[in-house]
C-alpha cells in the first residue's frame, strides 16, 4: 500500500513517522524548505516519552515526482486547502481517497459554510467522493528541521467515512497505522470524534492565544480553568444541538489535555508567523452555534478578544 502525507508540520511528522515505523506501508510525504531537506538529509526523527525513533521516507516538493497512490493523508492547516487542490492531482489514482486529517470543521462539513473552501477548488478538484474524515490527538512540536517532539503519552487518528460506513478503503488505512505508540482506529461518526476534538481546541485555543503561554501554565489559574470549562460546556451544548452530543467524560479528558506543557497549534502559527485557522476552528464553530440557536457569550468573547490580541500581534 502507497500512502503520501501531504504536510509536514508537527502532525504531519508524527503520522508519516508511526506509518513508516508499523511497516505496513510505503510511506512518502511532500513537503517544503527546511523541514524537506531535513527529511531528505537525516530522515524523520519522532521523540516521543517512550523513547526516539528515526525512520527513512521518501521527501518531494512536487507531488508529480510521486506518482498516483493508494492513499493520501493530508495533514496542512486549513489555509492551506487551496494549495493543496491545485497541486494533489498527481497522487490520485481513479479511486485513491484522500484523508483529510485537520483541526476544526472541515470544509466537506456542508452547505453555506464557504469560508472553509472560499474558490470551491477542494470541493472541484477533490471531491466529497475521494474524502475520508480524520481527526488526530497528539500533542507535538517541531523541533528543528526532520525533527518532531511528541508531549502526549496516548497518541491516535481516528478514520470516518462520511456516510458512517466501514468501507474496506478506510479500514486499510487504520490498519496501516496500527503500530507502537500511535493507533489508527475507524470511527462510525466521524462527525461526533470532530466536535470531541474541537472540544479541546476551544477550550485552550483563545484562552492561550491571550495569555501566550502553554496549556499547563495558563490553566492553572483557577479562575482561567473555570473559564475553560465554561466554554467546555457552552462547546457541548451547540455539539448537542446539531445532533453529535459528546460523552460525558468529555470534562475528564480536558482536564487532562491542559495540564502538558504544550502549547497549541494555534498559538505555535502566531508565534511562528503562520496563517492561523480562526474560520475552522472559531468563527464557523460560532456560526453554527447561532443556526441551532445557541448561545455560547463566554465562547464569543473570548474568540473576539483572542482574534484582535493575535491580529495585533502580527501587525
Known amino acids: 500500500m502507497k500512502v503520501t502525507i501531504f504536510g509536514t508540520g508537527a502532525i504531519g511528522s508524527h ?4 506509518m ?15 523541514q524537506l531537506e531535513g527529511i531528505r538529509a537525516e530522515g524523520l526523527t519522532v521523540e516521543t516519552p517512550e523513547g526516539a525513533f528515526n525512520v527513512k521516507v521518501r521527501a518531494e516538493q512536487e507531488p508529480a515526482r510521486l506518482g498516483p497512490q493508494d492513499a493520501v493523508i493530508v495533514t496542512v492547516k486549513a489555509p492551506a486547502l487551496t494549495g493543496v487542490a491545485d497541486s494533489i492531482a498527481p497522487l490520485l489514482g481513479p479511486e485513491t481517497p484522500v484523508v483529510f486529517v485537520i483541526n476544526g470543521i472541515p470544509w466537506w462539513w456542508g452547505e453555506g459554510l464557504d469560508v472553509l ?8 478538484k477533490i471531491g466529497l467522493e475521494r474524502t475520508i474524515g480524520g481527526v488526530v490527538w497528539s500533542a507535538c512540536t517541531v523541533m528543528c528541521p526532520g525533527t518532531v517532539k511528541v508531549q502526549s503519552a496516548t497518541n491516535r487518528v481516528l478514520f470516518g ?3 458512517g460506513s466501514l468501507s474496506p ?6 490498519a496501516a497505522l496500527d503500530g507502537p505508540g500511535m493507533g489508527g482506529v475507524v470511527s462510525p461518526d466521524i462527525r461526533t470524534e470532530i466536535w470531541t476534538k474541537l472540544l479541546n481546541n476551544l477550550v485552550n485555543g483563545p484562552i492561550c492565544l491571550l495569555s501566550r503561554r502553554h496549556m499547563k501554565g495558563t490553566f492553572d489559574e483557577p479562575a482561567i480553568m473555570e473559564a475553560g470549562l465554561t466554554v467546555m460546556r457552552e462547546a457541548m451544548e451547540i455539539a448537542r444541538a446539531l445532533g453529535h452530543p459528546i460523552q460525558a467524560d468529555a470534562e475528564k479528558q480536558i482536564l487532562r489535555s491542559v495540564g502538558i506543557a504544550h502549547k497549541p497549534s494555534i498559538l505555535q502559527d502566531l508565534e511562528q508567523g503562520r496563517g492561523l485557522e480562526f474560520d475552522a476552528l472559531f468563527t464557523v464553530p460560532l456560526q453554527l452555534a447561532k443556526q441551532a440557536g445557541v448561545r455560547a457569550p463566554l465562547l464569543e468573547l473570548l474568540v473576539a478578544l483572542a482574534r484582535k490580541g493575535a491580529y495585533a500581534a502580527a501587525a
Open 169 to 174: 478503503r478506510v479500514q486499510a488505512i487504520a
Open 20 to 34: 513508516a515505523r508499523a511497516g505496513k506501508a510505503e510511506v512518502s510525504v511532500v513537503a517544503r524548505g527546511p
Open 117 to 124: 473552501d472560499p474558490t470551491g477548488s477542494v470541493r472541484q
Open 161 to 163: 467515512e462520511l456516510d
Open 15 to 18: 503520522v508519516a513517522g508511526r
